[in-house]
């Protein structure tokens, strides 16, 4: 009984080492796959958020780490400089908007030297479908809502959903969401309107 046991587990040793030996090998072959995926996916939003008449670098690649603007995270979030002619022309943050419906949601926000805005996406969310959703460029146009526009002392209090008196469309049945991204938004226009210098002096050091 006692070898028996032995036996089977000494079996089960090579099982599992040989398991483990085939996902650390996969893991190694499809590494630079995976890498190169993300990188062309990443470049993808980029592109849309920042259009490619604005940049002569890759994008992805002028990446720095900024503090936190959101509550979700004290971690460095990172932004993607645009150049052209080595000169910065526009600029991609990303950052969170904590309060949404069902948790945050992670947004990426494209910006002009003056601080207007290129073009916004949405990266990662939980709205509930149907509702919330229409957040997503696949659902509805709104998100286009927030192209070409700045924040200024005038139009401060248009940063809003109608429903609280600003100049966003709210979803029917699904006010929170819309409010929560209005909010992110503004709030990453502002801190780089207000620290435009110190943020181009930021290292390029997202690899780092």
Not at 46 to 61: E, G, T
Not at 152 to 177: P, Y
């Amino acid at each position: 009984m006692l070898n028996a046991m032995k036996k089977n587990g000494g079996i089960l040793a090579i099982f599992a080492i040989a398991s483990t030996s085939l996902v650390a090998i996969t893991n190694w072959v499809t590494h630079d796959t995976i890498v190169e995926q993300q990188q062309q996916e990443l470049q993808k939003t980029l592109n849309q958020v920042i259009p490619q008449s604005m940049h002569d670098n890759q994008l992805f690649a002028s990446c720095m780490l900024l503090p936190s603007q959101s509550t979700v995270t004290t971690e460095p979030l990172p932004a993607y400089l645009a150049t052209k002619a080595g000169q910065p022309t526009a600029i991609a943050i990303e950052t969170y908007a904590p309060d949404g419906y069902n948790g945050a949601i992670k947004i990426i926000v494209g910006l002009d030297m003056q601080g207007v805005i290129t073009s916004t996406r949405v990266l990662a969310h939980n709205e509930t479908p149907g509702l919330g959703d229409k957040i997503e460029t696949r659902k509805t146009d709104w998100i286009f809502g927030f192209d070409r526009k700045t924040v200024t002392q005038s139009n401060d209090s248009d940063w809003a959903v109608r429903k609280d008196g600003g100049q966003f469309d709210q979803f029917t049945g699904a006010t929170i969401t819309p409010r929560a991204v209005v909010k992110a938004v503004k709030k990453t226009v502002v801190y780089f309107k207000e620290n435009k210098q110190s943020i181009l002096n930021q290292p390029l050091n997202c690899e780092g």
